[in-house]
């Protein structure tokens, strides 16, 4: 079973999928410290884009430039991290790619799926609830989904004021806790990543932030030596398919 | 009541989401055919795009094409089909738009959950078979979906040997009938709406063109005034998150 | 592709499922307002039968009735369109004809179901919010049901007072929205057919009027010469199961 | 705790919906064999009628009829049992009567549910699947319902050759057991009753004859003193709203 | 049809899963008074085991001691009833014994099914809620739940002042009836049996009592001739596998 | 952020929940050889308790003994792997333990859940394919399984012949993949972990081994300071409730 060891470097490429970033120093600060040893973090943002993704037009901006971001640094990695709770391009970079891709509102819901028998999902916008929600069904995880509560606070604006943010969050929780029966919290932004701490530090039930519970879904599966299935919904696209578009398909590793 | 009055023109745009287009002339022809009176039709290809849509990196090069089609052409139209049994950009361009668009996988799978009390998805690639369940699941039909069965000929090949496409396409449905249960057949893929006539005086049970689905949801939908609710999934971004992206936000009708 | 062309004329039977008929002219108007130019439409009641239908017992009354009209009347129709939220006699008259058969909320909720991720139904008493319910599970689309909601108003006293009925209408749809998440609004009867659009303008959500849709669903589907499956639930009686009961076995076609 | 006290005694109504009868004398000696002691049982079929319920045209036939049987004959039972897999009329009868009511597929298909994880339906007929199947979606059941597999012999045809009918039903119980991982059988005709313990002899999971079951549901449900609720689906009529039709509105007790 | 007789008598075991019983007598008394005629029941306790079940370490200590009662008492009785709410065992007796085990939970849940739409159960702590619905779920009940809620009285001191029981299981009662929609109220503890009727007599929706239920569905499932499918997940262990522990593989009856 | 370092040791118990315990050295090397850097192991079994797990009489026999060993040995560890994959013990532990406890086949079904749409388990016996099935429901999983399939082999007889059983395994695999679209296997006990590379090499689908993906959930919900939730299903027992069965209340920390 010379196969069944963990791998001890693991190199990770994360793609904020933002034009400008204003997290960028305070992400890549963030992910070095949860990271284990052995993993190294490097954080990259779009070359144009939106500045927050809000919106299936913002997704429909960020997605091509996503993948762009794959073909052009993905070569070296070991697996790929897309910081967005909307988890945008994971489906495609995953048909493009032969590395894992993991997407923080997946790895938060399964993970949260684990600690508590349902979960809530604290979301940044009221108009976002209906996405969130959707999400889950996709992951088949509709019966464990509490319910969806807002913080009525967009992207760019959470860390303004934080302690409001802060506030509000606590707030928030508590109502999915008492009124829907929420066991777990699951932030629904990786934006709130900096202030996970201090959410979590005023509730009494597990909170969930999606960007490091993305980080150790990575790890996890490139400690594995596993991989997306190609035999369904991520099969590798006929490469005569997606050529011209400055998409060659050909895997990060090769 | 004098709102209650059914408008008596309806001018749609259909976009097809490819970049280079065989079906244009075709699809204008078999649209206008089954359009009522007073309904004008004009059918429009992308700028650059795949040649068809078999994947989600497929979708990504070919969203934002469908949103600069809409911004540059939308305006004077009714309402909105985007060609395509992905639907591909529905969502995004619901967000923009304040006229109805239509998705033929949403038209389709609506319309025959009103046939019978189950229907199966005819595909064209076995590798598209968990999107369209997943698809099925978004809007709420899993429990109506009897399977999803494959032809496994591309889309650009369906033409290619007509008759040899029908030949499968029956003996696929016929297996989903007798063996899943079907009771409607939803064909998975409008490059296969040529074919529809054929395949459907060969089975005894109803086969649903999604294109020709798509259009009368859309008729309808115009003739009673209704649009998309902006309370939820399909909210209007806020216009100064999508600035910059060669996207305004203003409704075709503005 | 001869066979994809449309109709030009629809012929409409209406059936109001009720003994004494206070709606037939109006609904007359309604629907010929609403109707495309080459649909004509028939408004009949029955020979006896309650007054409304509020109860599986008020159901069991007029069913039998329903199918006696079909068979005296239907010869000659393209279509039939029974007209009440409880679907009556839906299912046995697919059984009996070979013409397509709309019901109001079968059709009401699969258009609500385009229209945006989740629907609320604003039903007329209480009492009828478990029926309601049920039916949407039948048709597969409990996950897509925010909730139902109340009047409280039995439907003979629905337009006694319509400003009261309105503003209740209203305030209970508002809730539904807020409280429940409902992005949609369906109707629950078809007797809120006149006051439809005074309750859609105080709204800014999608209200579908249910006889609305059912006859839009129902031009669709002869546009389209579709009828209901054979191969399942409407699979067509042994006539000599059915023989002797005032209910020859013929399509109402032939 | 005086009220804690089964009865001694129950009279039980089971009303065959068909209107020739051949079944009515068999059907009573096998009901008061499976009867407790202090349980009376007469069976009553109906005043016209179809011969056998395979159908919504049949069940519209019957539904009238049964509620008459229950006006005319309902006074001084302590149950009533309605005798068709079908259920038909059994929530029109609870809304007008007062003292339980029991429907064979709703009886068996529940005590089905706590005899192992998942049950398969035996249909008489292809045509029923479908009508089963929806029958388990209303009652909350359809995760725990394996198949529904069918005989394809009609009710009238079930008798005529015995030894066939139990050979086919053996063969296509196993094919549920096998391939559809069925753990209990519940045979979807309460026509076949008088061979459920000959297919019972050759199987080796538990087979619910459903008209039996009803049986034992409606003694515990008079034992425990307990009525369907009045609160949802079974609320009774405004006795206004059902005046007029032969069903004057008082329960069999009163 | 000789075989389709009723049994005249039935010998039950109840075993009360607790070490130190002050319910013996009372159980003894309320169910020999709710037994048919034929029916004998002997209740008994553990030898040592919890006070009272309210956790999955509750459960983890009694099951072990009820598999012992099982194989020491359980020969020469007709059916066993584990007298609790949380099943403790059922499943593992099940595997066991060829006589039917009957839980309150499952056959209290599957009576209110039966009697209305939707049911909530009545849990004695919160902390049993999550407990209750996943037990519904993995009985296929989901969509017939309402809601859990909870009186906040551990179960030994539901008798110290049973008038204020009483009145708080009233009042959560109405909440699950007026804001959850429940038609029926499943009592969540076998303790609460001697409080039902007082319970009982302040609502007006049917209050299942799960001991009694269980007892009905035993005596019925003995009068069948029923026991618990061996064809999945209670198959009979392999007798290899489970020697050695106290728990030699044989039926109580042989 | 200070908070937001991950541990750089971890120390985790794994039980293995058998008395008599071939599996322990090769487990233990098997578990260092995945286990990161810095992550130590150590892999006891019980006093007493079954030689394999696979029934459910044969978890009633282990999960006492787990708690246990969870009293006596857990002080000191960071987390708690109980390895088996019917997770036995696994909430009790949860609601004794305020450290992380982790199941292999939780662990394994929501990892499999972010590799592909739908995943099938490979049990080792047919008889555990309810019970698996179960789980995947409370796990709210049950529409991404595609099916259970079965080895046909006992536990303790899948390494007497590894050639065979990994043919077995890789014939049984296909089918699911094949004839029920999966497309993530999971292996359905810890017991094949041995084999686990081999049966992978052979497929050309991820293959989930579960003990590693227990090991490798453990280690990332130490480095995030997360625990199970104490505000539902794994609520804290009031200690005066499992006082005097050798299971004091304590955390295995304090």
């Known amino acids: 079973m010379a196969e069944a060891v963990s791998r001890t470097t693991r190199r990770v490429l994360v793609i904020n999928p933002v034009g400008v970033d204003p997290w960028e120093e305070s992400d890549t600060k963030y992910l070095r410290g949860l990271a284990r040893r052995g993993t190294t973090i490097d954080v990259i943002h779009l070359d144009g884009g939106p500045d927050s993704l809000e919106s299936a037009v913002n997704e429909a901006q960020a997605i091509p430039r996503?993948?762009?971001?794959?073909?052009?640094?993905?070569?070296?990695?070991?697996?790929?991290?897309?910081?967005?709770?909307?988890?945008?391009?994971?489906?495609?970079?995953?048909?493009?790619?032969?590395?894992?891709?993991?997407?923080?509102?997946?790895?938060?819901?399964?993970?949260?799926?684990?600690?508590?028998?349902?979960?809530?999902?604290?979301?940044?916008?009221?108009?976002?609830?209906?996405?969130?929600?959707?999400?889950?069904?996709?992951?088949?995880?509709?019966?464990?989904?509490?319910?969806?509560?807002?913080?009525?606070?967009?992207?760019?604006?959470?860390?303004?004021?934080?302690?409001?943010?802060?506030?509000?969050?606590?707030?928030?929780?508590?109502?999915?806790?008492?009124?829907?029966?929420?066991?777990?919290?699951?932030?629904?932004?990786?934006?709130?990543?900096a202030l996970a701490e201090a959410i979590r530090k005023r509730l009494e039930v597990p909170v969930v932030e999606p960007l490091a519970a993305a980080l150790k879904v990575l790890e996890s599966t490139i400690d594995l030596g596993l991989t997306h299935s190609r035999a369904g919904l991520y099969r590798r696209p006929d490469p005569r398919k997606i050529h011209g578009y400055g998409l060659p398909l050909k895997g990060a590793r090769g």
């Open 66 to 193: 996503i993948l762009r971001r794959v073909v052009e640094k993905g070569t070296g990695y070991d697996g790929v991290l897309i910081n967005c709770f909307m988890d945008p391009g994971v489906t495609a970079a995953r048909e493009y790619l032969d590395i894992p891709v993991a997407g923080p509102a997946e790895s938060g819901m399964n993970l949260a799926n684990m600690l508590g028998s349902r979960f809530s999902i604290l979301s940044v916008l009221k108009s976002l609830g209906p996405r969130h929600r959707t999400h889950a069904r996709v992951l088949g995880l509709s019966e464990r989904l509490a319910s969806v509560v807002d913080l009525g606070i967009p992207v760019l604006d959470l860390q303004k004021n934080s302690d409001r943010t802060v506030e509000v969050a606590v707030n928030r929780a508590r109502l999915a806790i008492e009124r829907d029966g929420a066991e777990v919290i699951v932030l629904g932004c990786t934006g709130l990543a």
